[in-house]
């Protein structure tokens, strides 16, 4: 019953948000949906089956530009397939899965902190022909991404939509697309987690020889996650490019795969929850830092030389945070909501040895 | 214990067997289901050291197979080999009509042979049930598109196989504990768990490496109970290696003595007992070897 009511109180939550809240933090919560899809894909690989992937900035890149470049209107030097949008988001996420399914052959082979090694060479690949393929990627400018464009509703600004006294731009419409795509992306891996293939995959990652023993083909497994992670990094690139409305190379770097691995790592390895809260974190952490920068201490704008700029703090944090995490909370950020669940009701014990029963108890 | 249904492993297997897949707590013998594993001169060699020597035995169906030997004998050695982990340099290993060396272990688990392992090589964070159910791995189908989406399909199958895994946890004295995550259970029972991974793969031939290895005395009567119940009720082949003598002439109807990588006796185990190289390799004396 109760968790019926946390589940309408935060879709509740959710809806209302636009309505009140501005421009900057729309646009933030939609970096951390984002975030949270690619997170959600990148625990599929590192935290459920153990293999750690460096490369997954990679794919984020392939899905952004694959999907800029189906979508978009071919102009004098710059290429494009003038798909419509939908179809061109469902074909980014497709190369993305199918440019994890050409490095798979390694993937299914390499264990652990091997393939971590072997995907970093994604990130350099990726970099090169994002600067180097102009006609594509627009090289160092990046390009423009055309909008999604979904049963004739643009999300966009251009057509002007006022709801509820509320104008309804392109990060408020994308609020609702990106809060759908996050739950549809987290409810699948959860089935997966859940179901037959989850319990392969956590088997490789704690005894791979037993797992093959248990009739699991090993590295088809590998090889099948990882192109299943390729996607969700896929699809987190579709929605950044979306927000974003520009595509830049220098994003798409080795610090954006560090980004995710943190991500995972201070969320929790292995869960869907996990991703989602650390995703959260890693990316409203340097937002909050430069709304509120100017109140701390030693946070400065960035080339000011008073101090660390708030990227660069949220860096330092997060770091410390992973450390923090690793030496205190093996299971994340959500292994201590989980424990603090656990505890609340034995801190209330004392309470209900009380004869007058709480309120709780009484409705 | 019943066979499921559908979960037969043998395709051709006799018509009687196939009519009364239900029957009660009397086995189902398949005549033709078991196939005996005949291990044929197998030979492991890493880089210049030789772990197995030409050592070969047969399992006969329905039979509990001791393999005993002092430390370093090769004993893992073998299993890795039969199971397909290790390759073999030379040798065959027949299983019916299929030859197990040139197989990947998740295709020598396809032909039916389950295994525990000395050391538990369980999921600690995953309950019992999840532990099991990864017993089924062969038998069902779901897929990632089938378990994202939750397809009716794979749910029903989810069910059938969850009741089956019920049944067997029952079994093996597991029945109430299979919510409890296997890394909070005692070192004991976690034992009993391999052993029902392995059964829930619906095995022909099962392999325990040291069933009771670090248990108390307690356990290992328990642990004994239950091998010689698994053999009358499931009529399976069971190839075992143990260090408890005791354990090992009770059980075993047949016994193969290994020492530094070769065969040094095969036989019923009163006479294996006392065969001298057998009593020199335990207790080295000069005439052992």
Redesign the interface.
């Known amino acids: 019953m109760s968790r019926h009511l946390i589940r309408a109180g935060v879709l509740a939550a959710f809806v209302v948000v636009p309505f009140y809240l501005e421009g900057f933090w729309l646009q933030a919560g939609l970096f951390a949906m984002s975030a949270a899809v690619g997170a959600i894909g990148l625990n599929l690989l590192t935290g459920a089956t153990g293999q750690l992937s460096m490369g997954h900035a990679f794919f984020l890149a392939v899905g952004a530009y694959a999907y800029v470049y189906f979508a978009a209107e071919p102009t004098g030097s710059l290429g494009g397939l003038g798909l419509p949008t939908p179809l061109a988001a469902v074909l980014a996420v497709v190369l993305s899965g199918a440019a994890g399914g050409l490095f798979s052959p390694i993937a299914g082979r390499l264990k652990g902190a091997y393939l971590g090694i072997a995907t970093l060479a994604l990130i350099f690949l990726g970099q090169h022909l994002l600067f180097n393929a102009g006609p594509v990627t627009g090289g160092f400018n990046g390009r423009a991404v055309p909008p999604l464009e979904l049963f004739g509703f643009v999300f966009s600004d251009a057509p002007e939509l006022v709801v509820m006294d509320v104008p309804f731009g392109a990060l408020e419409r994308l609020w609702f697309l990106g809060g759908a795509v996050l739950l549809a992306a987290a409810l699948f891996a959860r089935g997966v987690l859940r179901g037959r293939p989850g319990r392969a995959m956590n088997t490789i990652r704690d005894h791979e020889i037993a797992a093959g023993v248990m009739g699991v083909p090993v590295a088809r497994y590998r090889a099948g996650v990882f192109v299943l992670s390729s996607m969700y990094g896929g699809l987190a690139g579709v929605l950044l490019a979306l927000v974003f409305q520009r595509t830049v190379p220098d994003y798409f770097g080795m610090l954006l795969s560090l980004d995710y691995l943190a991500m995972i790592v201070i969320g929790g390895l292995g869960s869907v929850g996990g991703a989602v809260i650390g995703a959260v974190f890693v990316s409203l952490l340097p937002q909050l830092l430069t709304r509120y920068g100017d109140a701390l201490p030693l946070v400065a704008a960035p080339g000011s030389g008073d101090g660390v700029s708030p990227a660069e703090a949220a860096r330092l944090l997060y770091g410390a945070a992973v450390v923090a995490v690793v030496l205190f909370l093996p299971g994340g950020l959500l292994g201590l909501l989980h424990s603090l669940r656990r505890r609340l009701p034995g801190l209330r014990l004392p309470l209900s040895a009380n004869p007058t029963p709480s309120p709780e108890t009484r409705s | 214990m019943t066979r499921a249904s559908g979960a037969t492993p043998e395709s051709g297997a006799a018509p009687e067997s196939g009519a009364t897949p239900e029957s009660g707590a009397t086995p189902t013998y398949q005549p033709g289901g078991m196939p005996p594993l005949e291990v044929r001169d197998v030979t492991v060699r890493f880089a210049g050291l030789t772990a197995l020597d030409g050592v070969s035995f047969t399992v006969e169906p329905g039979t509990v197979h001791a393999l005993i030997g002092p430390n370093g004998a090769g004993k893992s050695t073998c299993f890795n080999v039969l199971?397909?982990?290790y390759r073999a340099t030379s040798g065959s290993v027949r299983l019916g009509g299929a030859e197990l060396t040139a197989l990947?272990?998740?295709e020598?688990?396809?032909l039916g042979v389950?295994?525990t392992?000395q050391n538990i090589?369980?999921?600690?964070?995953?309950p019992v049930r999840?532990n099991l159910?990864?017993?089924?791995?062969?038998l069902?189908?779901?897929?990632?598109v089938?378990?994202?989406?939750?397809l009716p399909r794979?749910r029903r199958?989810?069910r059938a196989h969850e009741a089956r895994i019920a049944e067997i946890a029952a079994f093996v004295g597991l029945g109430d504990l299979l919510g409890t995550p296997v890394g909070l259970l005692p070192y004991g029972v976690r034992k009993r768990v391999e052993l029902a991974?392995a059964l829930a793969?619906e095995p022909r031939l099962l392999l325990l490496d040291e069933p009771v290895a670090g248990m108390n005395s307690g356990e290992r009567v328990e642990m004994a109970e239950l091998i010689v119940s698994v053999r009358e009720s499931l009529g399976i082949s069971i190839l075992l290696v143990e260090h408890d003598m005791g354990m090992v002439m009770r059980l075993a109807d047949r016994v193969t003595v290994l020492d530094f990588g070769r065969r040094i006796a095969d036989g019923p185990p009163a006479e294996v007992q006392n065969d001298p190289k057998v009593v020199g390799a335990y207790l080295g004396t000069e005439e052992g070897l």
Do not use: I, N, Q
């Not at chain 2, 090589?121 to 995953?126: I, N, Y």
């Not at chain 2, 159910?133 to 062969?138: C, T």
């Open positions: 199971s397909g982990v990947r272990p998740h020598v688990a396809a389950a295994r392992f090589a369980l999921s600690p964070r995953l999840d159910l990864l017993g089924r791995h062969r069902t189908r779901a897929g990632f089938a378990a994202g989406l939750r794979a199958e989810e991974r793969m």
